[in-house]
């Protein structure tokens, strides 16, 4: 943290009292935006107490007298995730240890079923796929289905370099804490549930979850991912993956080279055409690919090649425009050579839409439990995710949190940084977010309203911007 923000910070507790219990670590402090308006419009109501209550001793409000239980259900759910910080740690350091690839997360869906089972969670596994699983407490019949989303696959090779180690972990964490925070009040508010999503990377596990249905009795969605800076609203952009295939003819390399067709010729074609093509693409938009089989031997005229390639851009539409581009470039390669070409999609993910009023909550109860932040997000690295689908059913947030280290995703250094002991204290500070957003939604009724507006809202305009 700068001094620059330690003046804000020492500033901003001036202006507002500051709360602090030390078994919980939870604070109050000012915070911005929608979630500040929302706080403010309490605060204002909660200060006309005061006065009633100076006129009248046994005075209490029912916002005030709702605004304590919901400071203490808070402080019961931060203090639950610091109870379980140990084995919290453990569960993500085993995920961690045995990186698993999409849709072969045996270990993971185990180790985080079981561990919700333990805890007193309602336990489906293999809900829907075979790796997923959905934990539920509560009933929807009182209130709102708050969920927290883990991810748990690996990236081949460099293992955890992505953290969704600390995706699981800290969903898990935010799960406890909220069923305690039920527990707590005494009265059936809701529910909450964790859904473990498989294959994040380039599997599109949650679309076809989504396809499943098993996303139709969740009222929002909350996750949050490791990164090397903090951003409650990260963008992230519309991916699609797809596989080419060309096919040549195989021939003696030196008798009799004439006879073959180079699928070898078309596949390097392709590669450095769509490295042309990104000069003539806009600012914000991907391509990427890689050469996944190039020949057998070196004396054989190479009849079949097969590469992946990504592509990315902001919207729907703009994403199908580059890969009309994409495509031209794909079929001038096939030509050129006289290969055959196939093109299959993989996966495809849509852009994120951030739900401004679950992220405006998210970031003031960040405030309040986290003193050390780390560095702000840089809005140049734009990722992707398959929580962008997620985020176009229901409302969603995806923030990005640094983990303590300066190392990018996709590194063996952001292995490292994922797996470190530094990277807890952050983790359970953004589980602690997540749990206390959920409080607010079942301890105030009128959220979901404001939060199902801003989600609609969000849908709308995104829909003109296509047009
Ligand atoms: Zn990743
Ligand atoms: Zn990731």
Redesign the pocket.
Known sequence: MTLGDDKKRSDENNLQPFKEDANSGFTKKKVSGTGWRLLKRIRVKAALSNVLRLLYPFYQSPTAAMEAERERLKKVACATIDAAADDLAALSAGIWEHPELNFEEHHAHKVLADFLERHGFETQRSYKLETAFRASHGSRAHGPNVTFICEYDA?PEIGH??GHNLIAELGVAAGLGLKAAIEASGKPLGQVTVVGTPA??GGGGKGKLIEHGAFDDVDVAMMSHPFPANDAKPRALAIEIFEVVYRGQESHAAGYPWKGVNALDAAVMCYQGLACLRQQCMPDWRIHCIILEGGVKVNVIPAKTRLHVGIRAPTDAQLARLKEKAMNVIEAAAKATECQFEHSVITKYASVLHNGVLADLYSANLSDVQAERGPEAYKEAP?STDMGDVSHVLPAIHPMFYIGGTAV??TRAFTADSGAACAQMYTLAQAKALALTGVDILTDPSLMDAITADFRRGLKEEQETAK
Do not use: K, Q, Y
């Open positions: 990236l370099a992505c994040e990377e990722g995703n996709h």
